[in-house]
Nanobody, 124 residues
Framework: QVQLVESGGGLVQAGGSLRLSCAASGRTFSSYAMGWFRQAPGKEREFVAAISWSGGSTYYADSVKGRFTISRDNAKNTVYLQMNSLKPEDTAVYYC?????????????????WGQGTQVTVSS
């Protein structure tokens, strides 16, 4: 069982930056691939970024490539999402998710555990 708690969301102007954190409970964090997804009002939850269990491989949605960076610190049981050059269309609730022994995936169905989400609002 893994519990995930996101933090770091907030209100920022377009062009600004935020860093989201996702703290995981449990002793086997390093066995999980981690992903970030987001859901805007009236839209489906969509993939943002993922990182393999080792941190050696990362994946990004085209809409955030070059602006967002996913990373992990297995010693701290934490995954991060650094978001730069934010745009109003990045406004959403951001969720982290964990996939046991996963390679890192853009598919929601691959993930076993989800956090409660953190709100990111980008004003124009």
């Amino acid at each position: 069982q893994v519990q995930l708690v996101e933090s770091g969301g907030g209100l920022v102007q377009a062009g600004g930056s935020l860093r989201l954190s996702c703290a995981a409970s449990g002793r086997t964090f390093s066995s999980y691939a981690m992903g970030w997804f987001r859901q805007a009002p009236g839209k489906e939850r969509e993939f943002v970024a993922a990182i393999s269990w080792s941190g050696g491989s990362t994946y990004y949605a085209d809409s955030v490539k070059g602006r967002f960076t996913i990373s992990r610190d297995n010693a701290k049981n934490t995954v991060y999402l650094q978001m730069n050059s934010l745009k109003p269309e990045d406004t959403a609730v951001y969720y982290c998710a964990a996939a046991y022994l996963g390679p890192g995936s853009s598919s929601r169905q691959e993930y076993d555990y989800w956090g409660q989400g953190t709100q990111v609002t980008v004003s124009s």
